[in-house]
């Protein structure tokens, strides 16, 4: 287990000299089409700091996308995933199971929404998941169409790019998508043209009359959300829309699919998004912050969809690998015991506050938005004109790189920047980092 000081440490320049030769030898080697947000190479992961090869020590706002809640190196991880190591690595569920995978299913019936029947199925990407559930979805209903919205991301799979929005970097070149798959508008308050206040109604009835007027809602297998929008810039859809959407589905026998993938676990101050507005999805896929680094995912839902798809229909070589389902046994301790929930909430507190008293003096911040640990800010070139300033938030992420702070930046027009800070960071060290952040503000 990692134990490194919790203290933002910048020694040489940002990469350096072992980071950058790591990374010639990692362009000479490693596809092109695989990116980094900072090519500084990792030595060890503790908390809410990074440590590089050359020994510098970075405040850690990004989790690797969500997925390090509870740390990169937490302790009831790295002692369930190393035990397991030792009994075995893998067997395939499909062949003679294990207990571990009972006992995540068992753990996402308790925590996911809604006291009805609950069966999971798990996976190894977030990707995976979002086709499993659009399999099982389609099983279940005997349809075929899939809804998804403006601004959505669920993957890169062949499926999932058909069904997220974004064409750069996700989709450019690699058609023909998956057919079958049918866009419709999200309550996106900040620029809804008639106001945030009207978001939410507006978007849901344009939503439903694109569904029933050129889909029809009777071949309609799922509709699939993100219930905090992530890559599309940490939209949360106004107030009303999810709930509309909703009664939608269940009034016309569709498959209510919340993909949780990075909004799940904690992120947001709830086990899932959906519990703010009391949304009990009939299917839910989660991943990232599930397993405490480990690559795991899940579809959960009632018992009766997931039960429709024949035996051998669903699976894997490698899905709810036992090292992976001792990791998520771990995380999900670390966050009971630490009540990751409560920590989301204070972080959120400290973040919204000191960002509002930035956007006062900053006029490039446009919105400040998000719940949780799951934060972001719009960037624009006028608040009148909501004109988006991708290169304010290209130039912001830069300089918070080059003092030891990671920062990611999302969003269809590439000026969100987002924070994600793993839950059990230190209250010093968000704050350190938020100076940075403010300082970068001021230089910009
Ligand atoms: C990351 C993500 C996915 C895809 O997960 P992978 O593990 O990268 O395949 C799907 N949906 C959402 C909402 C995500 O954030």
Not at 67 to 93: I, K, W, Y
Not at 127 to 137: D, L, T, W
Request: charged content about 20%.
């Amino acid at each position: 287990m990692s134990d490194i000081p919790q203290e933002r440490r910048v020694v040489t320049a940002i990469p350096g000299p072992k980071s950058q030769e790591l990374q010639q030898r990692r362009v000479a080697a490693v596809a092109a089409g695989v990116g980094s947000t900072l090519p500084v190479f990792t030595a060890r992961v503790d908390r809410g700091i990074i440590e590089d090869v050359d020994g510098n020590r970075l405040i850690d706002f990004g989790s690797g996308i969500a997925v390090t809640s509870v740390g990169a190196s937490a302790e009831a991880v790295v002692r369930r995933a190393s035990a397991q190591l030792q009994d075995f690595t893998h067997t395939c569920f499909m062949v003679t199971p294990y207990e571990g995978y009972v006992a995540v299913a068992e753990a996402l019936a308790e925590l996911t929404p809604g006291d009805h029947a609950k069966k999971s199925a798990l996976f190894n990407s977030g990707a995976e998941a979002v086709e499993n559930a659009v399999k099982i979805a389609r099983a279940y209903t005997k349809r075929t169409a899939v809804v998804v919205f403006d601004h959505g991301y669920h993957g890169r799979t062949n499926l999932t790019m058909g069904m997220t929005a974004k064409n750069m970097p996700y989709k450019h070149g690699f058609g023909p998508f998956a057919p079958e798959v049918y866009r419709v508008p999200v309550a996106y308050g900040y620029r809804w043209p008639t106001g945030a206040e009207n978001a939410g109604p507006e978007a849901a009835a344009q939503a439903i009359d694109t569904i029933t007027k050129q889909v029809g809602a009777e071949n309609v297998a799922a509709i699939v959300i993100e219930p905090v929008l992530g890559e599309g810039g940490f939209i949360e859809p106004a107030k009303g829309f999810l709930p509309e959407i909703v009664k939608f589905a269940n009034d016309n026998g569709i498959v209510f699919v919340a993909d949780e993938i990075q909004s799940g676990f904690c992120r947001t101050g709830q086990w899932f998004a959906c519990e703010d507005e009391g949304i009990v999805p009939d299917l839910i896929t989660t991943a990232k912050g599930i397993a405490g680094g480990l690559p795991l995912a899940a579809v959960t839902g009632r018992a009766e969809i997931m039960d429709a798809a024949h035996a051998g229909g669903l699976g894997g070589t490698y899905g709810g690998n036992p090292v992976a389902c001792a990791g998520a046994l771990g995380a999900i301790e670390t966050m009971k015991e630490l009540d990751l929930n409560a920590k989301a909430k204070e972080i959120e507190a400290t973040m919204k506050a000191r960002l509002t008293a930035m956007q006062e003096k900053f006029a490039v911040i446009g919105d400040i938005r998000g719940r949780g640990a799951m934060i972001a800010i719009e960037l624009v070139k006028d608040p009148a004109t909501k004109e988006p300033h991708p290169e304010a938030a290209a130039a912001l992420a830069k300089a918070c790189h080059a003092e030891g702070v990671l920062v990611l930046t999302c969003g269809t027009y590439g000026n969100v920047l987002r924070f994600l800070p793993p839950l059990v960071i230190g209250q010093d060290l968000l704050n350190e980092g938020l100076d940075v952040i403010e300082n970068a503000f001021a230089a910009l």
